[in-house]
């Protein structure tokens, strides 16, 4: 069943030097580009992350430090992908809570604005885990009856991840071909800032996820106890947690 669009949607997957969005790079970027009169497009970029590669993460996606030494960097790259991905939905195997985190970071550190209100983002990892519980390479077992090769190749990946997702709406009547509900069904929690330390409470509220202020309003705790934003901003947060942070104690000081 082929996915039904209103609007381009982007498959995307990255390798990395490792698993902390706040410090860790992009060393590989494969995108998948579906447009709504069925049209794709595929571009891979290997990426120098201006760090050691770590061998651990070598071993597991195969790029070392001498495969990227000569690859452009995110800063020289990060222009042309915005440019490319444009009012695209996004979609991926666990995208919501590290690839689009992880990409957003990379975005605010070359100050390239890549706005995501706008966009549906589906989780093909949480759907799947709702109805079936595996990893990637038994999902395109189960959902394509194939072997996945290449596993923890980008581009391997996010091929097997697109057929998963055109699998699992012919598979299950309660999902409908639609990105707008895809992407409502694959959001695991109401995230404000994508990492989940910023969450939207019943009433649409932005509270706190963590620490000593775990569930009171954000606006009200900056305005009760201005040291905390200065405490976060300074401190190991993703700099996308950072701006959403900002953005609610500017328009806190907007209201008054």
């Known amino acids: 069943m082929k996915l039904q669009l209103k609007r381009p949607i982007v498959f995307f997957d990255l390798e990395t030097t490792g698993?902390?969005?706040?410090?860790?790079?992009?060393?590989?970027?494969?995108?998948?580009?579906?447009?709504?009169?069925?049209?794709?497009?595929?571009?891979?970029?290997?990426?120098?992350?201006?760090?050691?590669?770590?061998?651990?993460?070598?071993?597991?996606?195969?790029?070392?430090?001498?495969?990227?030494?000569?690859?452009?960097?995110?800063?020289?790259?990060?222009?042309?992908?915005?440019?490319?991905?444009g009012n695209s939905d996004l979609a991926g195997y666990n995208s919501n809570k590290f690839d689009v985190?992880?990409?957003?970071?990379?975005?605010?550190?070359?100050?390239?604005?890549?706005?995501?209100?706008?966009?549906?983002?589906?989780?093909?990892?949480?759907?799947?885990?709702?109805?079936?519980?595996?990893?990637?390479?038994?999902?395109?077992?189960?959902?394509?009856?194939?072997?996945?090769?290449?596993?923890?190749?980008?581009?391997?990946d996010i091929k097997a991840t697109y057929e998963v997702l055109e699998s699992q709406i012919e598979r299950y009547e309660e999902l409908e071909n639609d990105v707008d509900f895809l992407a409502d069904f694959s959001k695991r929690n109401d995230t404000a800032d994508l990492m989940g330390r910023i969450v939207f409470n019943e009433e649409g509220v932005e509270v706190f996820n963590f620490g000593k202020h775990k569930g009171k309003p954000v606006k009200e705790v900056l305005e009760k106890e201005p040291s905390y934003y200065d405490w976060m901003m300074k401190g190991d947060f993703p700099l996308y947690t950072k701006k959403i942070l900002t953005g609610i104690k500017l328009r806190g000081a907007f209201n008054r």
């Open 19 to 85: 698993t902390d969005v706040a410090k860790d790079r992009i060393v590989e970027i494969s995108i998948l580009k579906l447009h709504p009169d069925g049209k794709k497009e595929v571009k891979t970029r290997r990426v120098n992350p201006e760090m050691p590669i770590p061998v651990g993460s070598s071993e597991i996606h195969g790029i070392y430090d001498e495969d990227v030494k000569d690859e452009p960097t995110f800063a020289a790259l990060a222009k042309s992908l915005a440019q490319f991905i």
């Open 101 to 156: 985190p992880l990409l957003m970071e990379e975005f605010l550190r070359v100050d390239v604005d890549f706005d995501l209100e706008s966009r549906k983002l589906v989780d093909v990892q949480n759907i799947f885990h709702k109805m079936e519980q595996r990893t990637l390479v038994a999902a395109y077992k189960f959902y394509c009856g194939k072997d996945l090769v290449d596993a923890h190749s980008a581009e391997a």
